[in-house]
DNA sequence: AAAGCATTCAACCGCGATCTT
DNA sequence: CAAGATCGCGGTTGAATGCTT
C-alpha cells in the first residue's frame, strides 16, 4: 500500500515496498515450522524475493500474533509518555513494557500523536505563565501533578499487569548492552515477553488469515487491525472486534506461555514451542503481584522521580 | 471538484552490537 | 582472535490517505 514495489529489479533483485499478501502468507507458514528467527534462511528456503531484513520486519512489526495496532488507550498513552520521559527514544525497551505494542509502532505513534499533544499541553501551560523549565528541582505542581500522579497510578498498574504475566524466577540481570545511552543506571531493559515465540499453528490460521485480507482489500479504509483480528480469531479468543477498551493484556496471556529461556530478547532457537492452547484469556493478571519490581517501577513509585516539565516536552 | 497541503505509518536505511566462521 | 555475516534498533522516507481551501 504505502510504498510501490522496487520499479526495476531484475530476476535477481530482491523486492522492495509493501507486502502483498501472498508474501505474508508464505512467510507465516514457513514461520509456523521452522518458528521466528533464522531470518537469512527464510528468503533461500521460500522463495521469498525479500532480504532477511524485511523478513525479520514484516514478521515482527506486522505479522506476529498477540499485537495490536492502533487504537491506544489513554493508559497506554500515558505509559508511553512517561516511559519515553524516562528512557527517551529507546522505542524498543519501551515497547517491552507493552507486549502487544510493537517499537515501530509506537515511535509512529509518539512522531505522529504523542510529542505533539505534549507540545500542545505543554505550550497551553506555558502561556498560562506556568514557568516550569528550570528541569531540576522543580516538582512538578498543580494540574501536571495531579495529572502526573494519575499517570503514574495508570503505568504502574500496567506495569504490574506486564511484569506479573511472566513468572521469571530469575530476576534478568541480563542487561541488554546498549548500556551506552543516556540513562545508563536505569538499565531496566526487561526481556520482551515471549508472546512473540509463539504463533498459530495450524492451516486454517491461515485461511482465516485470509479471509481478514479478503476483508481488508474491500474497504481500504480506516485503519483496522484486520492481521490480529485473524490472528486472534485463529487463537479461538472472541472473533468479535476486541478492541478492549480497559488496560487489559488479555492477548498478550492468550498468547504466553513462558517456559523454557526467558532470557534476552527472544532467542529464535527456543521457539519451536507449540503453543497452541491460547486459553488463558481469563486469567485475571491484575491480582497478580509483580515478582519483579525493577528500576522503572521505583522509579514510577517514587515521588521524588517524577519527570518534569521539560522532560515531558522532549522533542 | 480539484488542487494543494498535511498526516499517517509500513517499510527502508545506516550503523552498532552480536554472532559465526 | 579477526573478519565477515547477521541481527536489531532508531531515524527517516514517501505513497496513500485525509483535510482544507
Keep these: 500500500m504505502r510504498r510501490p514495489p ?13 507486502w502483498t499478501p501472498e ?20 528468503p533461500p528456503n521460500t522463495g521469498l524475493l525479500r532480504c532477511s531484513k524485511s523478513c525479520r520486519l514484516r514478521w515482527t512489526n506486522y ?26 527514544n529507546r522505542w524498543a525497551a519501551i515497547a517491552s513494557y507493552l507486549p502487544e505494542r510493537t517499537d515501530n509502532d509506537i515511535k509512529n505513534y509518539w512522531n505522529n500523536h504523542l510529542s505533539k499533544k505534549l507540545r500542545k499541553l505543554d505550550a497551553g501551560l506555558d502561556s498560562q505563565h506556568h514557568q516550569l523549565t ?34 521469571y524466577s530469575n530476576p534478568v540481570i541480563n542487561t541488554n548492552s546498549n548500556s551506552n545511552l543516556l540513562i545508563h543506571h536505569h538499565e531496566p531493559l ?29 474497504r481500504r ?11 486472534s480469531m485463529a487463537n479461538g479468543s472472541s472473533p468479535s472486534e476486541d478492541h478492549e477498551g480497559t488496560l487489559s493484556y488479555s492477548s498478550y496471556s492468550e498468547v504466553s506461555q513462558p517456559e523454557e529461556n526467558t532470557i534476552g530478547q527472544l532467542t529464535p532457537e527456543t521457539h519451536h514451542s507449540h503453543c497452541r492452547d491460547h486459553s488463558m484469556a481469563g486469567m485475571d493478571l491484575h491480582d497478580h503481584e509483580a515478582p519483579a519490581l525493577n528500576l522503572i517501577e521505583k522509579w514510577l513509585l517514587e515521588e521524588g522521580g517524577l519527570p518534569t516539565a521539560d522532560d515531558l516536552s522532549l522533542l
Design 6 to 18: 522496487s520499479s526495476h529489479h531484475h530476476q535477481n533483485m530482491l523486492k522492495k515496498g509493501p
Design 134 to 167: 528550570n528541569s531540576q528541582s522543580n516538582i512538578p505542581r498543580g494540574q501536571w501533578e495531579r495529572t502526573l500522579q494519575e499517570d503514574i497510578q495508570m503505568a504502574k498498574q500496567a506495569l504490574h499487569a506486564a511484569l506479573s504475566v511472566d513468572h
Design 221 to 231: 479504509s480506516g485503519h483496522h487491525s484486520y492481521l490480529p483480528a485473524a490472528w
Design 23 to 42: 508474501e505474508d502468507i508464505i512467510l507465516v507458514s514457513y514461520i509456523q515450522e521452522h518458528g521466528p528467527g533464522n531470518w537469512k534462511s527464510i
Design 63 to 88: 505479522l506476529r500474533p498477540g499485537i495490536k495496532r492502533g487504537n491506544f488507550s489513554d493508559q497506554e498513552d500515558r505509559m508511553i509518555i512517561h516511559l519515553q520521559a524516562l528512557l527517551g
Design 190 to 218: 526487561i526481556p520482551r515477553p515471549p508472546s512473540a515465540a509463539s504463533y498459530a499453528s495450524s492451516t486454517q490460521n491461515i485461511s482465516r488469515l485470509l479471509r481478514g485480507w479478503m476483508n481488508q482489500e474491500s
